[in-house]
């Protein structure tokens, strides 16, 4: 005869709703609903949803090949690299919407690789304004009340998936303000 414990049950119980726990994406309860969006990467061609980022700080920027500030990239590169091991990501959204992106998709990536040695992630051509922007965009707007004006427009983004700051076409990676705003949003852990 097999004696129960009165802690058997509970045992159980403790344990199957770890293991409900364990099924359920941690994304789902840690990913902020800005971030909640797929897209699909210009360097692997896969859909990729951005709740990977989740938790770090991100500057999103919108991009163009063939603009005058497309020099910016080398830049954006650099802040890539430097805060990058500390929690940090620049997202690319190349776009056509103020008429200086290659109309090959399959251009864009290469060129940026090759010219300002881009590593960070490029998604896609999309829109990033208007009634046809991509839906991080969208949500970008919204909540900043800012809409891009130019390629190179900087959204910057919280740890916890807020935008913290909107920075214009004009302001280059390396801006002293920016850069401290990135290192003060850093040394705050999630």
Not at 116 to 125: A, C, S
Not at 129 to 151: V, Y
């Amino acid at each position: 005869m097999r004696i129960r414990s009165p802690l058997a049950g509970v045992f159980r119980s403790a344990l199957l709703l770890a293991g409900l726990a364990l099924a359920v994406p941690a994304t789902a309860a840690t990913c902020p609903s800005l971030l909640d969006k797929t897209f699909r990467s210009l360097d692997t061609g896969k859909s990729e949803n951005l709740c990977r980022y989740a938790g770090k700080v991100i500057l999103v920027v919108n991009t163009a090949s063939h603009c005058g500030f497309s020099p910016q990239e080398r830049g954006l590169q650099h802040l890539q690299a430097e805060y990058g091991p500390q929690g940090f990501v620049v997202l690319g959204f190349p776009s056509n919407d103020f008429f200086q992106e290659f109309s090959n998709p399959q251009s864009i990536l290469p060129y940026s690789q090759a010219r300002y040695g881009v590593q960070f992630p490029l998604f896609d051509p999309s829109h990033v304004r208007g009634s046809d922007a991509n839906p991080l965009f969208a949500q970008l707007i919204r909540e900043s009340g800012t809409s891009p004006k130019w390629n190179f427009y900087k959204y910057l983004i919280d740890r916890q998936g807020k935008v913290v700051g909107v920075y214009s076409s004009l302001t280059s990676p390396d801006d002293k303000a920016l850069n401290a705003r990135i290192r003060k949003l850093l040394a705050q852990q999630p």
